[in-house]
């Protein structure tokens, strides 16, 4: 039955693949901005136009283009990057695991954050500490990650300067790394001062990304912890005598964390969208900054290219989801 | 060996986090060891020469910090011996010759030689290098060595030949190792003779220069330098203000009047050879000259300059600023807008019955470019020009422009770190240029005859005339010439270039 699952939904992820990409690049060819224009040098002839556009394969129809880096693509040649003059593919692969690892450090704050926040709630509840908690969570639902990213430069990056406020490692500290996964390979190897490093340049815009999600599962977790303080089971493990807070953390929260946990995975798809932006105020180097260059310079293959492992993600992260729900499920699990 | 226990773990973690989140302030706190610039653009590629990216004038103050042009430009755009010690034609203009400086090295300590300058040019001009200035250094041909003198022939006469060996695409590569290394091997380890060397690249990160010991000009007096790519504004006055990096440009100018003259800080404020310009296409309302006439008049730059730009502007009247060679301050068009509005009635507008056309503008591409339009729109409006706003990306803009679709006013920026005429009014007016928007005959035909002149008063004095031809027929509307704003710790002094290139050899310890 699973596998069965599992197969129906790789079966629908390469056709939402192929969807994506069809509409990638024909919007991309159609959308103002012409990438030969934007490089064309003072004193450029007609002439030149039309060598540019020959040189990047620009000259052809959009079918013709599109089965050809179709074809490309199948062979694992995602094409070449019109302003870098580099393989698309490795550029694209070099920055995602800095993106992949702040998304994740800013998931593990998120989830840490908001299930504290809805254990303390429920444990709280009908208290002024539920109230605060509450408006804590409608804070951070209305403002934007961005927003919450000036703040954080503001306050800990200028006014008490304690955190970096850019980059992802200093430039000064020697990276004896053979992965782009810097923070996971400098725990493997046991160089705790490049954790630290990259912690104290990663927690500001981790922590700006992580403060809308966690309102979210914070208010969600609460609602469903508070539904299931009523059910049966709970009343009987409070008449064995346990405790307020055992009762919420044994008996209520395994149940209560199921519909949470499918948020927390589309939630996370947002997540990794909003570190586009989110690098681009902290200068972080991963693939939402090289997005916003790739689109600034009208960089066709490479967007092409960015949009296309984003879509990889999604359906990864969504898949993973699914199976993991499936697996925490005890209906869905035996069929 | 070590033994590693949990509680070890969790001090060292601990040990190691305090001292990491210190690091910011005791870079701010302490003398300058390693200079750190926060710079506003991420460098795409290693390669000054070749591919799209060498003509961004943005990232050129990176690329002279590691590479040498042909022919060194001074901080005042004028030239100055660098690599070739002399250059000319000669009698008849049928070949150039080049003098190469004696005991220039390598990044790798080789020597570099007469080959390297012959072989530099003459890649360039081969169109499948991929060079964006081809059409340029395809005009020299049969490159070869004469002991230290590089010769060529003259395949077609181009009087700016030699400035184009200070501007974009003019640099001295080394033969011998991109000939080893490939252009992969190149952009993985480049090696220049400039004043630093590349010691790291962090693509969208940073880079790490090292001084070059071997360097023929002054030594840098800042042996490590690193350049930070910070393309947020607001990031990059965070940056300056907290004390990480110790110089940043492009920084909004109400940030920087804020933060000039705070403890521990300073500014330069320096204008550049790039200019603020409203473009007029040859097309429906200004195909008549008094509306063009009176569009021009009717503008007040300075009012602009002041309350938009804070005072950080110099109100032009031609597209050449005053460090240009065929500036003529002679030329000026006054702001009249009684003036405007008499123009405007011969041709029978008025505020009551206003002509309308479109103008165009991007938004957030220059400093205030948005912002600036509604304000001339507001001062058209007071003469009898009603002009509706269209915002797009500036790539539409090239689009457009390329194509000869921009609407009949279009906002843009002109960069000329060369500062010669043909590459400002030259490439902006002359009809059959894909960067020129108006087409008109009598323009086209005033300008044919300088491409070529060989005579060089003739050729600045024929620009000149050209430039004045432009402002009495009012068919570009040239606005401001941009001041670059650059903020610095105070224990660093910058020497602003009027190119624009931020270069961090010219930066000394205050």
Sequence with gaps: MLVQRLLMRLATTLVTLLGVAVIVFVVIRVVPGNPIAMMLPPGATAADIDRLRALYGLDKSIAEQFFIWLGGVVRGDFGTSISTRQPVLSLVLGRLPATLELATL????????????????????????????????????SVPDFLWGLLLIILLGVVWPVFFISGRVSPQL?????????????????????TANLLAHMLLPAVALALPLAAIIAQLLKQALKETMHVDYVTLARTRGYGETRVILREALPNAVLPTLTLVGVQFTFLIGGTVIIERLFSYEGLGNMAIDAVINRDLPLIQGIVI??????????????????????????? | MMKMNR???????????TLSVALPKLAAAQTIDELVIAYNVNLPQWDPTTGPSAVNPTIQGIYQSVFDQYILQQPDLAPAPGILTDWGWNEDRSEVWMDVREGVKWHDGSDLTAEDVAWSLARVAQEETGSPIQFVWGTLANHRVEGNRVIADVAQFDPTIFKWMYFLTGYVL??????????GGFEAAPIGSGPYMVERFERNAFIRLKANPHYWGQKPE???????????AGSRVAEIESGNSHVTLEV????????????????????????GMIFFNDIDAMLDDNVRKAAVHAVDKQLIIDRLLSGYGVALHTLQTPEYIAFDPTIEVEYNPDLARELLAASGYGPNNPVRFTVQTTRGFKPKDFEMIPAIVGMWRRVGIEAEIEVYEVAKHFELRAADQLAPAAFYNWGNSVGDPTTSTGFAM?????????????????????????????????????????????????????????LHASGVKVVPHTSGALLPHLMTRA
Excluded at chain 1, 177 to 192: A, K, P
């Design chain 1, 174 to 194: 020697d990276l004896p790394v053979v992965t782009n996964f810097y923070l996971f390979e400098s725990v493997i190897r046991l160089r705790l001062d490049l």
């Design chain 2, 252 to 275: 909004p100018y109400e940030e920087f009047d804020r933060l000039k003259n705070r403890a521990g800080l300073g500014g330069v404020a320096h204008p550049v050879s790039d200019i």
């Design chain 2, 174 to 183: 080394p033969k011998a190792y991109y000939e080893r290394v490939g252009p």
């Design chain 1, 106 to 141: 800013a998931l593990f704050i998120a989830v840490a954050l908001g299930g504290l926040l809805a254990v303390i709630g429920t444990r709280r509840r009908g208290t002024r500490t539920e109230a605060a908690i509450d408006v804590a969570n409608g804070v951070g639902l």
């Design chain 2, 222 to 232: 800042f042996e490590s330098v690193t350049i930070k790519f910070v393309t947020d």
């Design chain 2, 430 to 486: 002359f009809g059959p240029s894909p960067h020129a928007v108006w087409d008109g005959e009598d323009l086209i035909a005033k300008i044919a005859p300088l491409w070529g002149e060989a005579d060089e008063e003739k050729r600045i004095q024929g620009w000149k005339d050209v430039d004045r031809y432009i402002a009495e027929n009012a068919y570009v509307l040239p606005l401001l010439q941009y001041v670059q704003p650059i």
């Design chain 1, 309 to 335: 492992v984003f879509a990889v993600l999604f359906t990864l992260v969504n898949l993973l989801v699914d199976l993991t729900y499936a697996l925490l499920n005890p209906r869905l699990r035996h069929g």
């Design chain 2, 7 to 17: 509680r070890t773990l969790l001090q060292m973690s601990a040990a190691s986090v």
